[in-house]
C-alpha cells in the first residue's frame, strides 16, 4: 500500500491507550480506546502497531 495511510487502533483498555500516546505521532482519539497515526507506508504501519502490541502487554501494577 501506498502512503500516508491514517490508521486508528482500538485498544483493549485505557491503560494501553495512556501507554500508546507516549510514542511520538500517536494520538488518541475519540476519548476512548482509541488511538491514531500517520505512516509513511505499509511497512511503518506494520512497525507501530507492532510496538502497540508490545506496549500492551505491559500490564499496570
Known sequence: MAGPLD????????YMVDLAVLVPGVTRVGGGRTV??????????YRLISLLVQLASIKPD
Not at 490508521?7 to 485505557?14: F, Q
Not at 491514531?36 to 504501519?45: K, P, R, S, Y
Open 7 to 14: 490508521v486508528e487502533v482500538d485498544l483493549y483498555g485505557p
Open 36 to 45: 491514531a497515526f500517520q505512516a509513511a507506508d505499509f511497512g511503518d504501519a
